[in-house]
């Protein structure tokens, strides 16, 4: 147990499809983070909340769409995806942005599958 | 910009064997350095990490790792692996007082019984 827990952990959508991936982080964190994980790649950062407001976004394309309601849920809306957007998508959460012990909590992940 | 090299991809080793796998990094300033562990099925979580102080530090099931700040490298390393450590490692780097953390392509690690 993580204490972040994504769903779906499977996701098979077609291009023209309108999906989301959920995260809630139970640790009482203030920063969020998208990451996307692609075989023979390293983790590539897509977003950064941080008290749920938007600190960074990596150069992600439109298609890709974050929403953070609160601290404690984190949200990524596909839209229009493409077959190489297929990966694994971890969602993950920290004490702090800056500082602290620096350590990530991570989930376990979300596997998409675009068709 | 700040970027992490693990050049090895996938290492074998029987139980027993010692490990160490190279991590090296690109950054001038203050870094804080972690390794994370990824068990098949499982999620990413902290093996050890490095922040100041004693540039040897010790983490969870026998791992350790020397930060040498001369060569910008922070490898892992364990006496004698097991099984059960068979996973994927990955080194990370972030810049001192800042979380956004860079990580390495990752080394897959096969103990083989």
């Known amino acids: 147990e993580t204490g972040v827990t994504q769903t779906p952990r499977h996701l098979v959508m077609g291009m023209t499809n309108k999906k989301s991936l959920k995260c809630e982080q139970h640790l009482g964190h203030n920063a969020m983070y998208w990451y996307k994980q692609s075989a023979k790649k390293p983790l590539e950062l897509m977003f950064v909340y941080n008290f749920k407001e938007q600190t960074e976004n990596n150069s992600v394309p439109s298609r890709f769409s974050p929403e953070c309601p609160n601290s404690s849920h984190l949200f990524l809306h596909l839209h229009t995806l493409q077959p190489e957007d297929s990966a694994l998508y971890l969602c993950a959460s920290s004490q702090d942005l800056a500082g602290g012990t620096g350590e990530l909590f991570f989930g376990e992940g979300s596997r998409l599958t675009v068709l | ?113």
């Open chain 2, 1 to 113: 910009a700040q970027s992490v090299s693990q050049h090895n991809h996938h290492v074998i080793l029987s139980e027993a064997a010692s490990l160490e796998l190279g991590c090296n990094y690109s950054y001038g300033g203050t870094v804080n350095l972690f390794w994370y562990v990824q068990y098949p099925g499982q999620h990413l979580q902290l093996l050890l990490k490095y922040f100041s102080g004693d540039p040897l530090v010790k983490g969870i099931k026998g791992f350790e790792a020397e930060f040498i700040k001369s060569k910008f490298s922070f490898n892992l390393r364990k006496p004698s692996v097991q099984w059960s450590d068979t996973a994927e490692y990955f080194c990370a780097v972030t810049p001192g007082g800042y979380q956004k953390v860079t990580f390495g392509t990752g080394t897959k690690l096969q103990v083989i019984p």
